[in-house]
């Protein structure tokens, strides 16, 4: 059965540096792997995802995730964080035969301190 | 604005009173999704339709719940007899087959219907 776990429910860094946000997933297939991101009283939108190409993967403002198949992880990364970070991040899987299973993490949010 | 968008917002209702919500994808989309999201936790599949074939409902809560989407464009999910456990978000989403083929991870969000029931 196919699982999604974030390790951390809250993560908060200072603006300007580093951001890690954990996830590990297990799959008996194939995976594809997404990261959307939850900005307060928006919508969900898609960061970047992972489905079978190269394995580090950027996406949008500056983020990118690195997909480690012997580690089962897809860990969100960004060099530098900014004010405009803050939000709830989800890590997504999908089978790659699934029409419209996705498995959400339960999310991590993420704050930033000035 | 050509996103998804979700009609009302938000939406305070008595237990026991029937609420509706409806959906309008992105218009070239030939799928649509609805999601209910409770605090601290990811979104959690309802159903969803390939035009205006509904083609999972086994996810629905309870038989309180239907949608449709009858001319395969927009969409409504409607509650009937609403209890207080079913106050929480409620998402729509679209994609197209033709962009994303079977892969449907890549699904465009509305702002979502708060609902509270009192």
């Not at chain 2, 998804?4 to 919500?21: C, D």
């Amino acid at each position: 059965a196919q699982s999604v776990t974030q390790l951390d429910s809250h993560v908060s860094v200072s603006e300007g540096t580093p951001v890690l946000l954990r996830c590990n997933y297990s799959s008996s297939y194939s995976p594809s792997l997404f990261w959307y991101v939850q900005h307060p009283n928006k919508g969900l939108q898609l960061l970047l995802k992972y489905t079978s190409a190269a394995t580090l993967v950027k996406g949008i403002n500056g983020f990118e995730a690195e997909f480690k198949k012997s580690e089962t992880s897809f860990h969100l990364t960004k060099p530098s964080a900014h004010m405009s970070d803050a939000a709830e991040y989800f890590c997504v899987v999908s089978e790659m035969d699934s029409n419209y299973q996705l498995i959400w993490g339960a999310g991590t949010k993420l704050i930033i301190k000035p | 604005d050509t996103g998804v968008s979700q009609n009302p917002r938000h939406k305070i209702t008595k237990r026991g009173q029937n609420v509706t919500f409806r959906c309008d994808p992105i218009s070239e989309h030939n799928r649509l999704y609805w999601y209910r999201q409770t605090l601290g936790q990811g979104p959690e599949f309802l159903t969803y339709f390939q035009n205006e074939a509904q083609l999972e409902k086994s996810r629905l809560l309870s038989d309180r719940f239907s949608a449709e989407r009858p001319k395969g464009s927009f969409s409504t999910l409607e509650i009937q007899r609403t209890e207080q456990g079913d106050s929480a978000m409620y998402l729509c989403a679209s994609s197209s087959t033709r962009l994303a083929g079977k892969n449907t991870g890549e699904l465009f969000f509305g702002e979502g219907s708060r609902l509270t029931v009192l």
